[in-house]
């Protein structure tokens, strides 16, 4: 391999002939690799559309030249377009509050600007990574504001699911609203409701999970792009303030503003904290409902045997023909993944000090991480889960009713009767309607209506005026 020798103030180092990247880069990847996993393609380009956005800024501003400012923005527009993400080298988890990952984009930018103008890798001589590339800019504003573009990107993507799935339990509540089930409670016998009734709750957690999230994005578009260092907006020329951030929003298409306070933004990371948050929310909702479902599939012969789930590959290698819940069981899984990545972003969060949080890198990779995680589970579950899922039409739900149903008489004869009569068919032939009859003034055309299954699962005080009729 061939090297070309570059120094900076810790001394020289020998670089890939070829490469784009720079010295500062490469001493970030040989002190730091401990996930081995670089940057995202999604931070990647985002880092792209803020140094083109503070390029044209800088030229507005008459601080670059149209030729420098050009270079840099069809370098950016590359790496938007997919080039060059190779020559992005640093662990994705780092020390120095993410400065080897901005310099690392100022140097990949800066060389192969520098090859457009017809100059040499390292030499920087048309365009200098800090003087040209980061004119006007700190790490401490670039990278919360790429981290923002990323994680605004993504949880669009997120919702786009979380919706496609809402939808399709709404399809299963209408499709199962005249299938009844018996209503549990500590895992005992409540009273019944419909499949129809169950398939819609998951909708509506679902739409309040969707508006969490939406509500959680909103903190993302405040940006503090501008600020520099730590707020104070030091070596960044006012026309290039308010520029960068008009053309951030015209290259992201969103509605991104500056802070208005960019101290605060430059010092506190809770708007990532507020999303991480909100997912976690969505996560824990879409595993309790997986272990719902997972439950109301058991058995098949000892189990509850409510629903059927699509089967998906054989479960046993020692119990021939066993079918497993693999995807609720994945869903599980995921889950406990996104709750303790919500946990490191607290920490996180919470830990930094004065005027900067230096733990940035962990925050975007563990957002990125619980978005990306959060979205695939989601997709999954609506595709091998609630698409094909069946329910057990042939539950013996009518032979339940002596013992479930009792409540629905409440407002007719009253609790303590209700308790004598249940007590009563213990130790008796006669079914529960037949001492309804004995000990009450209500007719067997009431009896009925009260017990009938559509009145009990709607609202039975709704349905038949209610009656103290108790002898």
Known sequence: MRFRIEQDYLGTKKVPKEAYYGIQSLRSKENFQITKRGLSRQMIKA????????????????????????????????????????QFITDVLQGGAGTSINMNAN????????????????????????????????????????????AYRLTKKLLVE??????????????????????????????PMT???????????????????????????????????????INANPVYVTKVIQYIRQYTGEDFVQGKNLFDLTRHLDPFLWLSSAIKTSAVNLSKAANDLRLMASGPKYGFNEVF?????????????????????????????????????????????LELNVFGPIIYACLEDMLNYHRRVVRLFKEKVIDGIQVN???????????????????????DMCTKILEEAKNSNLSLKE??????????EEIDNIFDLENITVNTALTVKRKKASK
């Open 47 to 86: 880092l792209a559309v803020v140094k083109k956005a503070a390029a044209q800024a800088n030229r507005d501003a008459g601080l670059l030249s149209n030729e420098v400012a050009e270079a840099i923005s069809l370098t950016c527009n590359e790496i938007i377009n997919g080039r060059l993400h190779g």
């Open 107 to 150: 140097e990949v930018i800066a060389n192969r600007a520098n090859e457009m103008l017809g100059g040499e890798k390292g030499v920087y001589n048309f365009v200098h990574p800090l003087d040209h590339v980061n004119c006007g800019q700190s790490t401490n504003d670039v990278v919360p504001t790429a981290a923002k573009i990323t």
């Open 162 to 191: 979380l919706k496609k799935l809402q939808h399709a339990c709404e399809e299963k509540a209408e499709a199962f609203k005249t299938i009844y089930k018996m209503g549990r409670t500590h895992l005992q016998d409540a009273v």
């Open 195 to 233: 499949f129809g009734q169950h398939f819609g709750a998951l909708a509506s957690m679902l739409e309040r999970d969707i508006k969490r999230i939406e509500q959680a994005m909103s903190g993302l578009l405040e940006i503090n792009m501008g600020g520099t260092a730590i707020g104070s907006g």
């Open 309 to 353: 789930l699509p089967q998906l590959q054989p479960g046993s290698t020692i119990m021939p023909g066993k079918v497993n819940p693999v995807i609720p069981e994945v869903v599980n899984q995921t889950a406990f993944l996104i709750i303790g990545l919500d946990t490191t972003i607290t920490k996180a969060v919470e830990a930094g000090q």
């Open 393 to 415: 039409q042939n539950l013996p739900i009518s032979e339940e009713l002596s013992n479930s149903t009792i409540a629905a008489m409440i407002p007719y004869i009253g609790y």
């Open 435 to 444: 001492l309804i009859l004995k000990h009450t003034n209500l007719s067997a």
